[in-house]
């Protein structure tokens, strides 16, 4: 399984705007995933009668990881949109989101990008605040990673010449393929933090 990689041709203080990606990228997944895990066992042990709901949530991800949007209702949200917040600002990667502010205040442009709504997510990232948000399911994109027609509409919305942006994910399937189809420098992250915090020495300096 391909873990970091990375494409660059500047320093990345010199790009005019970085593009993130949300999930496994501002923070760490896999410990969130097992505390979702855990809560998903505790609800569900409680609520035998339930149990068949638990095919809606598993049809929702399977629809995701086929490239296909999945139909959104009350459950959806509250697994996936509403139930992890406290998990996403327990598990945030702190050293990039203060990085990516310090890159804000110096006129950078950042943009979240990401294949889930974001609406509820945003919120556990405070006090960070990115320059513009876009999401799959938004009206002009309507399609996931690696498709590139969301990335195609954010540059034409940016008005900024490619060369000049970086997309920063956490896969490379989704999005380093979404950046090498439009020719945009890009960084994959590593889902151990340890090997972020080497990544982030070398490159991450203002």
Request: proline residues 4%; charged residues 30%; contains cysteine.
């Amino acid at each position: 399984m391909l873990r970091m990689k990375q494409v660059l041709h500047k320093k990345l203080h010199e790009y005019r705007a970085v593009i993130l990606d949300m999930d496994g990228t501002l923070y760490y997944q896999i410990p969130l995933r097992i505390c979702m895990f855990f809560e998903l066992l505790c609800y569900y042990g409680a609520h035998i009668k339930n149990l068949s709901s638990l095919c809606t949530l598993r049809e929702y991800r399977k629809a995701y990881e086929r490239g296909r949007l999945g139909e959104r209702n009350r459950l959806i949200d509250f697994w996936m949109q509403e139930k992890p917040i406290p998990y996403i600002r327990l598990f945030r990667d702190k050293k990039l989101l203060v990085f990516m502010q310090a890159l804000k205040h110096k006129g950078t442009k950042i943009v979240l990008y990401s294949d889930y709504p974001l609406e509820q997510k945003i919120k556990a990232l405070s006090p960070f605040h990115a320059d513009y948000y876009f999401c799959a399911s938004d009206e002009p994109i309507q399609c996931l990673k690696p498709d590139t027609q969301g990335i195609r509409h954010i540059i034409a919305i940016l008005h900024i010449p490619v060369e000049n942006m970086v997309f920063i994910g956490d896969r490379y399937d989704k999005d380093g393929k979404c950046a090498e189809a439009v020719g945009m420098d890009y960084i994959i992250l590593d889902s151990i933090p340890l090997l972020r915090s080497r990544l982030y020495k070398k490159e991450f300096v203002l």
